[in-house]
């Protein structure tokens, strides 16, 4: 089961992450974790970073350890990860990898609707999502390539998660759209005649219907 974070947001990871590479005020935490590519690794809110520091430094993951003034800028507490801190990132990245959570892509909620959609359009929609698809993965790896001449394969298996993900969704969707245009999908006429009949397919808004469906 998930622990209870004191600070549960993600972004609290994050800051702990870059916080265990060396000591950092707030703004250049957060500049790096855009340079580093963190808020494509986890949602991160940019609007609620400074509450999340504060939270963090209250229940003792990071710490104070000066405050610096370059030029006229505003005067910038620099924070450093404590022992606390080392120890929760360590027990959430185990977690976070040994734990399988649950998580509610927005092609999920597509999918779960697709009905109220015309097998042929939804056809083309599909054919649409799946171009758009293999443009990423291809700029994806070429991206990929490009940074393991450079940056240990360890510090970017997210990517190749990522990309793995991305992979498999694109194949479902072509094993998809090969059963739409065969006509080889289950119940592709009924799907057809409800909606050439002016009405939605049943089961398509009854929650009742697909009572049996996985989580």
Same mark, same amino acid.
């Given at each position: ?14 800051v702990l992450?870059?916080?265990? $590479? !060396? ?70 990245? !185990?977690?976070?990898v040994s ?28 054919? $649409?999502?799946?171009?758009? *698809? ?6 994806? !790896?070429?991206? *990929? ?17 990522y990309l ?12 998809? *759209? ?29 929650? $009742? ?5 996985? $989580?």
């Open positions: 089961m998930p622990a209870r974070r004191k600070v549960g947001n993600l972004l609290a990871l994050a992450s870059a916080l265990a $590479q !060396r000591p950092m005020h707030p703004y250049e935490i957060a500049s790096n974790l855009r340079a580093w590519g963190k808020d494509q690794d986890m949602e991160i809110k940019w609007g609620s970073f400074y509450t999340v520091v504060r939270n963090m430094e209250r229940h003792g993951l990071i710490e104070a350890v000066e405050s610096v003034r370059e030029g006229r800028r505003p005067e910038r507490t620099v924070y450093r990860i404590t022992d606390a801190g080392w120890a929760e990132l360590v027990d959430w990245a !185990r977690e976070l734990t399988p959570a649950a998580e509610r892509p927005q092609f999920r909620a597509g999918l779960s609707v697709l009905a109220v959609l015309h097998p042929d359009e939804a056809a083309v929609l599909l054919h $649409q999502r799946l171009e758009l *698809l293999e443009d990423e993965i291809r700029s994806g !790896r070429e991206t *990929l390539a490009e940074h393991l001449r450079t940056v240990p394969r360890l510090f970017l298996v997210e990517s190749e998660y793995t993900i991305r992979d498999a969704e694109a194949a479902w969707i072509r094993s998809l *759209l090969a059963e739409l245009i065969s006509g080889s999908y289950p119940g592709l006429d009924e799907w057809r005649a409800y909606h050439e009949a002016g009405r939605p397919p049943a089961g398509s808004t009854d929650p $009742q219907q697909r009572s049996g469906s996985t $989580q």
